[in-house]
Structure formats: structure tokens, C-alpha cells
């Protein structure tokens, strides 16, 4: 399971920055688009989005919700074992709430 917390993958300005790991950029990317997309409607239950996994060979798609009081975005894919919570979103660029 992937826990992350938004800004330990964001620069001093908010942005994913350019010089980081071309894996890290690419797990911050797929946490951006989690969060942009959980964020437009806010499910309290597992919702179908229209993201595919990151895993390398996978078909799945990400199903995603709101958790709890600290609104955590939890993802799960729905072929692989993929899954992770994202904390510390709000306010940043991604956050349509």
C-alpha cells in the first residue's frame, strides 16, 4: 500500500518539481491526478475514475474516495493489488473542492 502525504513531493511554490527521480515525478503525477479527479465530486464510497494504473503490464482501473475526518484520498485498482491513501491534498492546485 502507498501512503503519501502531497507536499513531500512539491516544491516551495506548490508544483511537482522537474529535477526530481523520474519515478517519484511519475508516482506525484498519478497522485495529482487521484487527487484532481477524487476532488470534482468527492465520493464517500469507491468510485469508478477514468485513470489507469501505473503498474507496468496492468489494465486496471483506479477506483478512488474520500476517507474519514482528515478526508484522505484512497485509491484501489481494480485488476492488481495497487492501493494507497493520500493525505495533505487540501489546498493544493489539485484540490476542486
Not at 516544491?11 to 526530481?20: A, C, F, H, R, S
Not at 508516482?27 to 464510497?45: E, Q, R
Not at 484512497?74 to 492501493?83: A, F, I, R
Request: glycine residues 6%; contains cysteine.
Amino acid at each position: 500500500m502507498y501512503i503519501s502525504q502531497m507536499p513531500h513531493f512539491l516544491d516551495e511554490t506548490g508544483n511537482i518539481p522537474k529535477q526530481m527521480p523520474k519515478e517519484a515525478r511519475e508516482l506525484a503525477s498519478f497522485m495529482a491526478l487521484v487527487v484532481d479527479t477524487t476532488t470534482k465530486s468527492c465520493p464517500k464510497t469507491l468510485t469508478t475514475t477514468e485513470i489507469r494504473c501505473f503498474q507496468k503490464g496492468c489494465q486496471g482501473i483506479i477506483k478512488s474516495e474520500i476517507l474519514g475526518k482528515n478526508d484522505d484520498v484512497h485509491w484501489v485498482c481494480s485488476k492488481c493489488p495497487n492501493e494507497g491513501v493520500i493525505s495533505k491534498w487540501q489546498k493544493t492546485k489539485w484540490d476542486n473542492r
